[in-house]
Every structure is written in structure tokens, then in C-alpha cells.
């Protein structure tokens, strides 16, 4: 403050003035700086499907594959964890995810809080044309708020707990078989590791979210959410003195795209590996090392 009167304002006063006035105009200010506290802000929220919070997890994205979540607001709870190439049918992807998510719980979101990524697009149109009929505060465009990632802080926190529970096995695992000259970042291989990979991963991510939704949370003094199972706090808000926000679902067939279970994003290609295990008997990988077996055997038969 003494620097910003001095070079702004043109104003020279004395260092213990300007401690002076600081001390008399903010006093709680004062008081936090010199504990060296963060002073953080606390999150609230109304119920569960209040808000639901969606984000896409981008470590593996070098490795050709993307993640997708959305966790409940209030419950903590993970509506949907799944995996999937990264390209231009990204959007798309999203979009089925959530629509598969409203259509297995039968609720739609009071709000959907999302960053500003183009992926989210198709999305966003889906919330607001489903809350378009309503007649709450945030019915129509406002069911929907774009954020940085920064401020999408229920989805953000959880990937750090992801990544440590998680995927830095399978960041290391890829970086292993890229340092052993078995992936080199091609269109090819990044194909190749989804086809031998993407459901053993997949099956994962299931067993990520079934565990996580089952676990407790203690309760902590900086949110104003309780603690408890997400699967509990999720179905039973009346319990914990709250309500359920959620909107009952409508008709979402009309927003159902075609989406076909393509690992390879790549018809002829995934064709091609599937004749090659049928041709050399080879079997669909179940565990992390019959798929990295499967993509060594099949680089070497494709000549990658």
C-alpha cells in the first residue's frame, strides 16, 4: 500500500502511517495478513441436483483419451465418470453422457456449471432447452453457468484425489510404453492403445466411482455441506435437513444422438484389429497386462 500511494498517487508518507490507517480502516484484514491465513470462501448449496458440476480430465489426453465427470454439488456424489478418444465428436460425447445420466436418475439439474471449453457447447443447449419450461429463478438460460476451471471447485478438487487414486498409475503405464518405444503420440498408435486399453480403463473408472460413492466424508468446518456417504447424502437430503433440487426428467429422446462404441475412432481400423485377434486368436484384454501384452502383439502384426 505504501508502494501503490507512492508510485500511483504520488503521495509520500511515512511506512508506520500507512500501518497506522491500515490498522484503523480494516482491522480484520490486518489481523489475517499477519496470521499469513488464507481466507477462503465456502461453498453452499441447497440440496442435492442442485448443482451439478462437469469437467473433462485432460492428463491422458496425450495418450489419446479423454475423461469426463460430473459430480453433485452437495452430495459429492459422481453422476458419471467415462472414458473416450479426444476429437471433433468430443462434444457429442458429453452430450450423450449427460443425457444417459438424466435419463438413469430421472432428475434433471437445477443448475449445470461447466468452464468454458467449446466441448461443453451441445451440452449446455441440452440444460437449458430441458429447463426452458420452468418457471423457478433459474429456469431457462440461467440453468447453466460457464466459470473457469478455478471457480468449478467441487469437480476440480475431486480430480486431485482422482489422479492420486487413479490415473497416475495410468499416466505411468503409458509413459512406460511410450519410453519402450510402444507408443510414439501417432494418430496410429493413439488408436491402437484405445482399442487394446479403453475398456479395461473404462471398467476402472466404474470401480472408481462405485467405491468413491460408497466411501464416507468427514465433514469439514470451511463448507457449509455435511459430511457422510455420497450415495446416502445423495437419496436421503431430508435426513440432513435438506431437499432434494432436482427436476423430474422429460422426454430426452429427441436430443439422442447415434454414438457407436468405437474405441479406434476409426471404422476401418478397428475392423482391422478386430479381424487380427480372430485371424491369430487373440482375446479381449481384462486386466491392465493382457492389454499391454495385446498392443505389443498387435504392433508388431500391423507393423506400427
Given at each position: ?189 493413439q488408436c491402437l492403445l484405445r482399442f ?68 479406434c475412432d476409426d471404422p476401418d481400423i ?35
Amino acid at each position: 500500500m505504501w508502494l501503490t500511494l507512492k508510485q500511483k498517487h504520488g503521495l509520500h508518507v511515512k511506512r508506520e502511517t500507512v500501518i497506522r490507517m491500515l490498522r484503523e480502516l480494516n482491522p480484520l484484514g490486518t489481523l489475517s495478513r499477519t496470521r499469513r491465513r488464507f481466507v477462503r470462501r465456502t461453498y453452499h448449496s441447497m440440496g442435492p441436483n442442485d448443482v451439478w458440476h462437469v469437467d473433462g480430465y485432460d492428463k491422458l489426453k496425450p495418450f489419446g483419451i479423454g475423461i469426463s465427470g460430473c459430480i453433485d454439488g452437495f452430495s459429492r456424489k459422481i453422476m458419471w465418470l467415462k472414458c473416450g478418444p479426444t476429437n471433433k465428436k468430443e462434444p457429442e460425447v458429453i452430450k450423450n453422457n449427460f443425457i444417459d445420466c438424466i435419463r438413469n436418475y430421472g432428475v434433471i439439474p437445477m443448475r449445470l456449471r461447466t468452464d468454458c471449453g467449446t466441448e461443453n457447447g451441445l451440452m449446455e443447449s441440452v440444460q437449458c432447452t430441458l429447463r426452458h419450461d420452468h418457471r423457478d429463478y433459474y429456469a431457462g438460460a440461467k440453468s447453466h453457468m460457464f466459470g473457469s476451471s478455478m471457480s468449478n471447485q467441487r469437480i476440480e478438487s475431486w480430480w486431485s484425489i482422482f489422479r492420486k487414486q487413479r490415473t497416475q498409475f495410468w499416466m505411468d503405464l503409458f509413459a512406460d510404453l511410450r519410453d519402450h518405444g510402444h507408443f510414439n503420440g501417432t494418430h496410429e498408435h493413439q488408436c491402437l492403445l484405445r482399442f487394446c486399453f479403453m475398456t479395461v480403463l473404462q471398467a476402472d473408472l466404474v470401480e472408481c466411482v462405485h467405491l468413491w460413492n460408497r466411501h464416507r466424508i468427514r465433514s469439514s468446518r470451511l463448507a457449509s455441506c455435511l459430511g457422510g456417504i455420497p450415495n446416502e447424502l445423495y437419496s436421503l437430503p431430508h435426513r440432513f435437513g435438506s431437499r432434494d433440487c432436482g427436476l423430474d426428467e422429460v422426454s430426452t429422446h429427441i436430443f439422442r444422438g447415434h454414438q457407436t462404441e468405437d474405441p479406434c475412432d476409426d471404422p476401418d481400423i478397428n475392423d482391422y484389429y478386430q479381424q487380427a485377434m480372430q485371424q491369430h486368436g487373440l482375446q479381449h484384454p481384462e486386466t491392465w497386462r493382457a492389454a499391454s501384452q495385446l498392443l505389443i502383439t498387435l504392433k508388431g502384426i500391423a507393423g506400427l
